[in-house]
């Protein structure tokens, strides 16, 4: 389904602190599948992860999703893609101060222009699944961490993506978060999501839910 042929990802090429983040990664990647990347910080896999999300263009090297190349594509197509194809879990959740849990869950759909009454709908169903239809209206400031979690993961799914991608998504949970959160992920599997997970988090990478483990350091991997 994700096919990375000879990715690479430099930062400041050509000046004195020039950094290569990727080296040179084939890697394919298939459906329906649980995968997470594991590795120190600064191994690349964050970078990775934004590369295979369309949110970020390799310095060299082709991306294939569903057979068909997304790295030359023009921006404007390129955001399509990322708005269909792709849901993110970000370690800060990124959620907007000052409006309600409902309202950050239909944030990533307001460009697709549908209709404001059917988007809420979908909205508070989201909420409901993950038990927070009690707290829709509230503003997320006043959410906890684990609300706060829930909250991410029902905005990550609003526009019915194929695929999951989470940068460390428990670096600020508990272990009961966590294995919550990793529950979540498995459920969501069984329905047919692709789960794409950075994490050096062992309670991630050590879960029996996952299906592969690879293993990076240097921009490289190191262990597949």
């Known amino acids: 389904m994700i096919q990375l042929q000879n990715i690479k990802k430099v930062f400041h090429m050509g000046k004195p602190n020039e950094?290569?983040?990727?080296?040179?990664?084939?890697l394919s990647i298939s459906s329906h599948q649980i995968t997470v990347f594991k590795g120190?910080?600064?191994?690349?896999?964050?970078?990775?992860?934004?590369?295979?999300g369309s949110m970020a263009r390799p310095t060299a090297g082709r991306i294939f999703l569903?057979?068909?190349?997304?790295?030359?594509?023009?921006?404007?197509?390129?955001?399509?893609?990322r708005r269909k194809?792709?849901?993110?879990?970000?370690?800060?959740?990124?959620?907007?101060?000052?409006?309600?849990?409902?309202?950050?869950?239909?944030?990533?759909?307001?460009?697709?222009?549908?209709?404001r009454g059917s988007l809420a709908k979908r909205a508070y169903?989201?909420?409901?699944l993950f038990g927070m239809a009690q707290k829709a209206s509230v503003r997320?400031?006043?959410?906890?961490?684990?609300?706060?979690q829930r909250v991410t993961i029902a905005r990550a799914l609003i526009n019915h993506p194929s695929i999951i991608i989470a940068d460390e998504p428990t670096a600020h949970l508990d272990t009961k978060l966590s294995i919550?959160?990793?529950?979540?992920?498995?459920?969501?599997?069984?329905?047919?999501?692709?789960?794409?997970?950075a994490s050096h988090d062992p309670m991630i990478h050590e879960s029996p839910l996952v299906?592969?483990?690879?293993?990076?350091r240097d921009g490289k991997i190191i262990r597949n």
């Open 19 to 26: 950094f290569v983040a990727i080296d040179g990664i084939d």
């Open 40 to 52: 120190p910080s600064g191994s690349g896999k964050t970078t990775l992860l934004s590369l295979i």
């Open 66 to 81: 569903f057979d068909r190349e997304i790295t030359s594509l023009p921006e404007r197509f390129l955001t399509e893609v």
């Open 85 to 115: 194809t792709f849901g993110f879990i970000f370690q800060q959740f990124n959620l907007i101060k000052g409006l309600t849990a409902i309202e950050n869950v239909m944030t990533p759909a307001y460009p697709s222009g549908e209709k």
């Open 125 to 128: 169903e989201l909420l409901n």
């Open 140 to 148: 997320v400031d006043w959410l906890s961490g684990g609300e706060t």
């Open 180 to 197: 919550e959160f990793m529950d979540i992920m498995g459920k969501l599997n069984q329905e047919g999501k692709t789960i794409l997970i």
């Open 211 to 216: 299906h592969r483990v690879i293993e990076m």
